[in-house]
Nanobody, 123 residues
Framework: QVQLVESGGGLVQAGGSLRLSCTVS????????MGWFRQAPGKERELVAG????????YRADSVKGRFTISRDNAKSTVYLQMNSLKPEDTAVYYC????????????????WGQGTQVTVSS
């Protein structure tokens, strides 16, 4: 069983920054592509960013390109989401997820999920 624990959410003003972290246990971290999803009230969950097992390939949704960066540290079994130039529309619950194998860019291939962390951006 893979366990994921997120941290780093909170309240920030528009234009500010936050860094989310997700630590994984229970399996070999480098066997998994990792991703960050978000879900705002009344909206579907969307894949915001994904990263391959090696960290060499990444995916970002158009809405966050140029503002969000995903990275990972396999030695620490941790994936990060650096969020800059935050906007009120980024307000959502952010979830860390793991996808076994290579399909970090496909939202429907994620198997394991964290509990979520709230990010609120005030205008």
């Amino acid at each position: 069983q893979v366990q994921l624990v997120e941290s780093g959410g909170g309240l920030v003003q528009a234009g500010g920054s936050l860094r989310l972290s997700c630590t994984v246990s229970g399996r070999t971290f480098s066997d998994y592509g990792m991703g960050w999803f978000r879900q705002a009230p009344g909206k579907e969950r969307e894949l915001v960013a994904g990263i391959s097992w090696s960290g060499g390939n990444t995916y970002r949704a158009d809405s966050v390109k140029g503002r969000f960066t995903i990275s990972r540290d396999n030695a620490k079994s941790t994936v990060y989401l650096q969020m800059n130039s935050l906007k009120p529309e980024d307000t959502a619950v952010y979830y860390c997820a793991a996808a076994y194998g290579s399909y970090y860019y496909r939202a429907n291939r994620y198997d394991y999920w964290g509990q979520g962390t709230q990010v609120t951006v005030s205008s």
